[in-house]
């Protein structure tokens, strides 16, 4: 049976309104199934939000757990605190390997332009971070080693300074450098070059294009105002 493409992004806005999220996934995969590497930025952005928004409820509520356990009051409920958190963690990570599948088998494999392939790949890099946010032992170093080799893949493709893909992998990948890898000089250098670079470059572009970058401009600024002062109080020129 054909698929009508137009009808399922239109559902999968639709879900999106309803908040049924897992139904919003499901729509695009079908239209994954029929255009792969070739949805264009706004389909690959209505990807976007449907994958964050599928698991983002999740990836509060173990913060919020976590949180809670900190907390000694609470403590003689700790065990099943702990059984709470690991039924979410484990519908987190199956969430994840769902998404990162479906962009492996349905757009990796079919051909893509160098931008959709760093957008899918990067895509790839984020979810097993999302994973590791609360993975131990084994599993922790398998999603830390994809991820690493995914984000590292998607940096070896080569996109303007200020594409907002380029922009946003070099924010993704610091970030994951910080956060989970605890390599601080490393997420530090990634994230100051890439700031640098599309600097040189930011007078050449566009109004819509400058407003897409400026934005991840700010929070590459951000993130490395508060690395640098955490590490030697250095400042960072307004833009």
């Given at each position: 049976m054909?698929?009508n493409?137009?009808?399922?992004i239109?559902?999968a806005?639709v879900a999106e309104?309803?908040e ?10 079908e239209v994954l ?11 690959r952005?209505l990807?976007?939000v449907?994958f964050?928004n ?6 509060a509520a ?5 949180a809670i356990?900190?907390n ?5 409920f ?5 059984q ?7 519908q ?7 998404i990162?599948?479906?962009i492996n088998t349905?757009?990796l494999?079919t051909n893509?332009?160098d931008?959709a392939?760093?957008?899918f ?14 993975a131990?032992?084994q ?18 493709i080569e ?6 893909i380029?922009?946003?992998l070099a924010?993704n990948?610091?970030v994951?450098n ?5 390599d601080h000089k490393t997420a ?11 600097l040189d ?5 566009e ?9 991840i401009i700010?929070l590459?600024?951000e993130?490395?105002?508060l690395?640098?002062e955490?590490e030697d109080d250095?400042?960072?020129d307004?833009?």
């Open positions: 054909s698929i493409v137009e009808e399922k239109f559902l806005r309104q309803a049924r999220f897992e139904d919003m996934v499901d729509f695009l995969e199934e029929v255009k792969g590497g070739e949805v264009n930025p706004d389909e952005n990807l976007s449907a964050k599928l698991i983002s409820s999740k990836r173990c913060r919020t757990i976590s356990e900190q000694p009051k609470y403590s003689k700790n065990s099943a605190l702990l709470y958190k690991a039924q979410i963690e484990s987190l990570q199956a969430d994840c390997q769902k990162i599948d479906m349905r757009v494999r893509c332009t931008e392939r760093a957008f790949v990067k895509m790839v890099g984020d979810y097993y971070r999302y994973i590791a946010e609360n131990k032992d599993l922790l170093e398998d999603v830390k080693n994809k991820a690493k080799a995914a984000y590292e893949e998607a940096n070896a996109l303007p300074a200020c594409n907002p380029k922009l946003g924010l990948f610091s994951f910080y956060e989970v890898l605890k530090c250098e990634l994230a100051d070059n890439a700031l640098q670079s599309a470059k930011i007078d050449e572009l109004e819509d294009d400058f407003r897409d970058a400026k934005s700010e590459l600024k993130n490395l105002t690395w640098k955490e250095n400042q960072i307004d833009l």
